[in-house]
């Protein structure tokens, strides 16, 4: 399964999975049943200004701009919806919204306003150029991209993932510590969410197996890495590194 890994502000990486492309499908088959809504609403008030109850509000001096008016208010938002959603909403339209997915740079971060962009442009080419065949560049684009882009996203380096958690780092390297614990080794700085982890899963496995070797070499490479100089026995400070660096990103 693809994956998109999202670092928070804690330290913590957060692991994502790429939306499939039948759930990108039915959150832009919502998202035309909104604008569908909202040009039938428009119809209605368009309806209003024919029988004179909506002439007087715009300008019952000039029919020309009335209309034109009426046209602007009704294409321009509809023909920009994507964009005006995803950038109000952080990556999501309605249709994200109810799919519970959202769009996302490659790295993670969220999308800025020139990426947004460049998606919204290259619907044209994703969905609208063959009409015919509406969408079909796009969901053959999906279903070649091994991270589920369309030509869009490829261009602004983006995709769509479900907001449903794969994993989190936190999940394998928490260890609860007082609120006065001091930290032992401060050094423990130099590492990232994914050594730690990697060292909780080696610590695990090695008192699993009862392998003290495993263990020492752990140690030993800890030390190598972060320059820590201790003598404490190595399942004593594989231990203690790891509440020194929840204990240290926590106050962070």
Same mark, same amino acid.
């Given at each position: 399964m693809n994956t998109i890994v999202? %670092?928070?502000?804690?330290?913590i990486e957060l692991e994502y999975p790429v939306a499939k492309t039948g759930e990108r499908v039915l959150g832009a088959l919502i998202d035309a049943g909104v604008l569908a809504l909202y040009v039938y609403l428009w119809a209605r008030l368009l309806t209003l200004y024919e029988a004179d109850i909506f002439r007087s509000i715009l300008d019952p001096t000039d029919e020309t701009y009335a209309s034109l008016s009426l046209a602007v208010l009704t =294409?321009? %938002?509809?023909a920009c919806?994507?964009? =005006?959603?995803?950038?109000? *909403?952080? #990556? /999501?339209? +309605?249709g994200k919204l109810v799919m519970n997915t959202q769009t996302v740079r490659l790295d993670g971060s969220a999308p800025s306003l020139g990426d947004l962009l460049i998606r919204w442009l290259l619907r044209l080419v994703d969905v609208w150029i063959i009409l015919p065949f509406y969408g079909l560049p796009g969901?053959?684009?999906?279903?070649?991209? $091994? /991270? #589920?882009q369309r030509l869009g996203d490829m261009a602004a380096g983006t995709t769509v993932i479900r907001l449903k958690l794969v994993a989190t780092f936190v999940n394998t390297i928490y260890v609860d510590t007082e609120e006065d614990y001091q930290v032992v080794f401060p050094e423990i700085?130099?590492?990232? @969410? /994914? @050594?730690?982890?990697?060292?909780k899963e080696v610590l695990d496995a090695g008192l699993k197996?009862?392998? $003290? #070797?495993? +263990?020492? /070499?752990?140690a030993a490479r800890v030390k190598e890495v972060t320059g820590i100089r201790t @003598?404490?026995? %190595?399942?004593?400070?594989?231990?203690?590194?790891?509440? @020194?660096?929840?204990?240290? *990103?926590?106050?962070?």
């Open positions: 999202i %670092p928070t502000a804690q330290h =294409i321009l %938002p509809a919806y994507s964009l =005006i959603t995803e950038w109000i *909403f952080n #990556g /999501r339209s +309605l969901l053959i684009a999906l279903s070649a991209s $091994p /991270r #589920g700085s130099a590492l990232s @969410d /994914r @050594d730690v982890s990697i060292l197996s009862n392998n $003290p #070797g495993l +263990l020492l /070499r752990l @003598d404490m026995e %190595p399942r004593a400070f594989l231990e203690t590194l790891l509440r @020194d660096y929840n204990h240290y *990103f926590r106050r962070e």
